[in-house]
T-cell receptor, first 112, second 113 residues
Framework: DQQVKQNSPSLSVQEGRISILNCDYT??????FLWYKKYPAEGPTFLIS?????DKNEDGRFTVFLNKSAKHLSLHIVPSQPGDSAVYFC???????????FGSGTQLTVLP | GAGVSQSPSNKVTEKGKDVELRCDPI?????LYWYRQSLGQGLEFLIY????????KSGLPSDRFSAERTGGSVSTLTIQRTQQEDSAVYLC???????????FGQGTRLTVV
């Protein structure tokens, strides 16, 4: 039972364009959502987060949108850069569980 | 230390042997997590420690897996009688008191041959 789903295993975009990574969840008790970036042979690094009481959080080129009614969140990267090429994981936390539940990841490739 | 430290970075072991994986969390972080990532898969939760509370072991895949956290700091994940399906990258993360962002180590790549 996947509570956090990333349905696109891969995404390719041109440098300078917008990258949109999507994530869906099923557990309405989730109260906090995070995005992590992972390069090969490294651990995931925190990118940006959003509380369930908000619908948008922005940090530089990165913006996360949360649609609670649709149980959907997305990460926008604009403009995309080749160094953004990595696997992006969305994660959620909530209810009595303090651990993060991760999606399966999306491999983003930004083409120069 | 400055970040979460895991050792060893790579471990190759024979099927049936026991292995121990170590995690040094960020100093002062009260919560510690173990996850694993099998080839082509997402991050699978294994176990969670928070302060002096009983750990959440709900993610451990079998009774061959166990973990302890001594003195509220260093943690050891032990896998007994390793099987080939245990091959994965084992990731440790820690979180400060009241925090939500988990900081990950570089992981231990375990290969069972």
């Amino acid at each position: 039972d996947q509570q956090v789903k990333q349905n696109s295993p891969s995404l390719s975009v041109q440098e300078g364009r917008i990258s949109i990574l999507n994530c869906d969840y099923t557990n309405s008790m989730f109260d906090y959502f995070l995005w992590y970036k992972k390069y090969p042979a490294e651990g995931p690094t925190f990118l940006i987060s959003i509380s369930s009481i908000k619908d948008k959080n922005e940090d530089g080129r990165f913006t996360v949108f949360l649609n609670k009614s649709a149980k959907h969140l997305s990460l926008h990267i604009v403009p995309s850069q080749p160094g953004d090429s990595a696997v992006y994981f969305c994660a959620a936390r909530g209810g009595s569980a303090r651990q993060l539940t991760f999606g399966s990841g999306t491999q983003l490739t930004v083409l120069p | 230390g400055a970040g979460v430290s895991q050792s060893p970075s790579n471990k190759v072991t024979e099927k049936g042997k026991d292995v121990e994986l170590r995690c040094d969390p960020i100093s002062g972080h009260t919560a510690l997590y173990w996850y694993r990532q099998s080839l082509g898969q997402g991050l699978e939760f294994l176990i969670y420690f928070q302060g002096n509370s009983a750990p959440d072991k709900s993610g451990l895949p079998s009774d061959r897996f166990s973990a302890e956290r001594t003195g509220g700091s260093v943690s050891t994940l032990t896998i007994q009688r390793t099987q080939q399906e245990d091959s994965a990258v084992y990731l440790c993360a820690s979180t400060q008191q009241g925090g939500t962002e988990a900081f990950f180590g570089q992981g231990t790549r375990l290969t069972v041959v």
